[in-house]
Antibody, heavy 119, light 106 residues
Framework: VQLVQSGAEVKKPGESLKISCKAS????????IAWVRQMPGKGLEWMGI????????KYSPSFQGRVSVSVDKSNTTAYLQWGSLKASDTAMYYC?????????????WGQGTLVTVSS | DIQMTQSPSALSASIGDRVTITCRAS??????LAWYQQKPGKVPKLLIY???TLESGVPSRFSGSGSGTEVTLTISSLQPDDAATYYC?????????FGQGTKVEI
């Protein structure tokens, strides 16, 4: 099992961004993919989760409207997207999978994508 | 939202000590509670899920107990490799939420 995330990004405020999480080694459509934010020196924050099988999607209210989560089943890839970045979006972003209530949440994680937003 | 509060926020202990971290919730999460370990600059690692089920490959010195609104993570005999920040997470209801973390120093 691997979740391989796209590389670090440096962006300016107001720019858009889409980062990716490529899954392999398991049946992609049967595991949820979640996104977790970690701001510098801070804790973990759950952003949202998507089920690739039917694209069912849940967001944290803290991130609803600020980010979009999507999947491309044909490429076994999940995405996290911003329409207009802010400096406060500077953080490490992780993707992680969940197999449902018979399994532990987030048993495999991506390596993280560092997003830096600075003018 | 279910708010998760860990205590203590940090602790210092010696090799071989028994260490206990507590996680309390603003409402019941049943047994849908996980613990993660994160070392500096590393990806979080799942230790325990369903409040007390040890993830495969995790040393048996780690254990979890409790349910409802309070759980504990216990390290029975602290080892040098256990220096890390530990997070609890409820996954009973959306939005899933993490505790603020407990930093364990040796």
């Amino acid at each position: 099992v691997q979740l391989v995330q796209s590389g670090a990004e440096v962006k300016k405020p107001g720019e858009s961004l889409k980062i990716s999480c490529k899954a392999s080694g398991y049946k992609f459509i049967t595991y949820y993919i979640a996104w977790v934010r970690q701001m510098p020196g801070k804790g973990l924050e759950w952003m949202g989760i998507i089920y690739p099988g039917d694209s069912d999607l849940k967001y944290s209210p803290s991130f609803q409207g600020r980010v979009s989560v999507s999947v491309d089943k044909s490429n076994t890839t999940a995405y996290l997207q911003w329409g207009s970045l802010k400096a406060s979006d500077t953080a490490m972003y992780y993707c992680a999978r969940w197999g449902g209530y018979n399994y532990g949440p987030f048993d495999f994680w991506g390596q993280g994508t560092l997003v830096t937003v600075s003018s | 939202d279910i708010q998760m509060t860990q205590s203590p926020s940090a602790l210092s202990a010696s090799i071989g000590d028994r260490v206990t971290i507590t996680c309390r919730a603003s409402q019941s999460f049943g047994s849908w509670l996980a613990w993660y370990q994160q070392k500096p600059g590393k990806v979080p690692k799942l230790l325990i899920y369903k409040a007390s089920t040890l993830e495969s490959g995790v040393p048996s010195r780690f254990s979890g107990s409790g349910s409802g609104t309070e759980v504990t993570l216990t390290i029975s005999s602290l080892q040098p490799d256990d220096a890390a920040t530990y997070y609890c997470q409820q996954y009973k209801s959306y939005p899933w939420t993490f505790g603020q973390g407990t930093k364990v120093e040796i």
